[in-house]
């Protein structure tokens, strides 16, 4: 099968905060538990970062009440070790396939009807895109993805840096006229070169294509990519790569 179809109709020692678009910041106690139910009602799987760090263990929200949350332990007891010590635990799941982050501090691990797990006070906030919404990071230059695109002349695959980046998605800049996307058509292993983490093959599908001309006046199109088909894990990848920039660009306005 062809690499290309046509186009069919129509983290650190210390995590920090959890720095992104304000508005999709649940602060309120009553919301933050419901979310935790319905991560419990729907299975959602969390992946745990203990600090924020790259190693990470999978896990899920057993119990929530007014004092706080159960939150399930590896199976490994060195892994949980290593939870027991961190400061906090950075956490990605989903709610209605929607994303949500958050960071648990003040764990202790406890058993649980013969298994390990850790009890916690409720977190302070919650990052959730409410309306299905992602939140797109400008990426820097000095630090950014990279995406390899299948040439459709069969040549080796074109690099280009990603401007910009989404759990659903990303931008490329290329030159004008291009013969490389064709608007609606899906691209078949491409690979994303996310920094400080293992590449990503995956689909994508070319959503939108526009012209801009830059400040020196040379001509450029514009290109939006859709995921289609990112296996699993990929997510977590993406929204620890825009943490990690966001929690850097925070410092550096704070002058740390």
């Avoid at 995590?15 to 319905?38: N, P, W």
């Avoid at 027991?84 to 982050?101: I, M, W």
């Avoid at 009890?119 to 906030?125: A, K, N, S, T, Y």
């Avoid at 691209?187 to 920094?195: A, K, S, W």
Wanted: glycine share 8%; proline share 7%; net charge negative.
């Amino acid at each position: 099968m062809s690499a290309i179809e046509a186009p069919t109709p129509s983290p650190s020692n210390d995590a920090g905060t959890l720095y992104a678009d304000d508005r999709y910041m649940v602060r309120s106690r009553h919301q933050i538990k419901h979310l935790l139910q319905s991560m419990i009602d729907q299975r959602s799987l969390v992946t745990a970062h203990p600090d924020g760090r790259d190693s990470a263990f999978p896990s899920a929200v057993l119990e929530v009440d007014e004092e706080g949350l159960l939150l399930d332990a590896s199976p490994s007891a060195a892994v949980n070790r290593t939870a027991e010590l961190a400061s906090s635990l950075l956490c990605f799941g989903q709610v209605d396939k929607v994303t949500v982050r958050f960071q648990l501090h003040g764990h202790q691990r406890v058993e649980n009807n013969g298994h390990a797990a850790f009890r916690v006070p409720l977190p302070d906030e919650i990052y959730h895109l409410q309306r299905r919404e992602f939140y797109r990071l400008e990426t820097p230059v000095g630090d950014s993805p990279h995406c390899l695109v299948p040439d459709p002349d069969g040549g080796e695959p074109i690099r280009w840096r990603v401007l910009d980046i989404s759990a659903g998605g990303l931008s490329l800049m290329l030159p004008a006229p291009q013969g490389l996307l064709v608007a609606q058509a899906r691209y078949r292993g491409c690979v994303l070169e996310i920094p400080e983490a293992p590449p990503i093959i995956t689909d994508m599908i070319v959503c939108n294509l526009r012209e801009q001309k830059q400040a020196n006046g040379v001509e450029m199109t514009r290109a939006g990519l859709r995921f289609d088909g990112l296996p699993r894990g990929a997510d977590t990848l993406i929204q620890r790569y825009i943490f990690r920039i966001d929690r850097l660009r925070k410092a550096r306005s704070n002058g740390v």
